[in-house]
T-cell receptor, first 113, second 112 residues
């Protein structure tokens, strides 16, 4: 199984500002996934990040709001831009194992005030 | 796209009793069905999964069953313990880096 480290684990941010979340994996992976989990809700896929190409966004999510970087096979960042209170959520990084199972980081709990 | 429904949303059981969580999916092409446990303040952790060529899988106190004809799958936890208290998510996928669709989650409380 993959070990995934996310930073920061939590943050409180002012509306209108941006926060960049980092995800580090202990092994090289082809794809990395970013999810949002709103309070008391399930996980919703934001985008899929491949190394060397632009991320692929799911319906309802756009690059201007959630820019993603994938500079190498073990690292990715997700930025939440121009934040509003509605962006308060847990953001999760995920990678896929050899048998298609998904492994998650511990998440970043974001509160926008 | 795939739609996964999960119930119940909350479940309370006495310690030692069994707990059952049920999910249905809509895309008959889905062939991979993982279950995740999420404890407070942590990311989801894979606890068991099943693929479409298998009807049942067991790992100690946890078992999962799959009925492809009816497009539903279930998680069974026997001899529940307080540390089983968490939110459980079912999910469905086409496998192989395809999108994973999650159910809404079941908050399980095991009462000592």
């Amino acid at each position: 199984s993959a070990v995934i480290s996310q930073k920061p684990s939590r943050d409180i941010c002012q509306r209108g500002t941006s926060l960049t979340i980092q995800c580090q994996v202990d092994s090289q992976v082809t794809m990395m996934f970013w999810y949002r989990q709103q309070p008391g809700q399930s996980l919703t896929l934001i985008a899929t990040a491949n190394q060397g190409s632009e991320a692929t966004y799911e319906s309802g999510f756009v690059i201007d709001k959630f820019p993603i970087s994938r500079p190498n096979l073990t690292f990715s960042t997700l930025t939440v831009s121009n934040m509003s209170p509605e962006d308060s959520s847990i953001y999760l990084c995920s990678v896929e194992g050899e048998s298609a199972e998904a492994f998650f980081g511990q998440g970043t709990r974001l509160t926008v005030v | 796209g795939e739609n996964v429904e999960q119930h119940p949303s909350t479940l309370s059981v006495q310690e030692g009793d069994s707990a059952v969580i049920k999910c249905t999916y809509s895309d008959s092409a889905s062939n991979y069905f993982p279950w995740y446990k999420q404890e407070l303040g942590k990311g989801p952790q894979l606890i068991i999964d099943i693929r479409s060529n298998v009807g049942e899988k067991k790992d100690q106190r946890i078992a999962v069953t799959l009925n492809k004809t009816a497009k539903h799958f279930s998680l069974h936890i026997t001899e529940t313990q307080p540390e089983d208290s968490a939110v459980y998510f079912c999910a469905a996928s086409l496998g192989g880096y395809q999108k994973v669709t999650f159910g809404i989650g079941t908050k399980l409380q095991v009462i000592p």
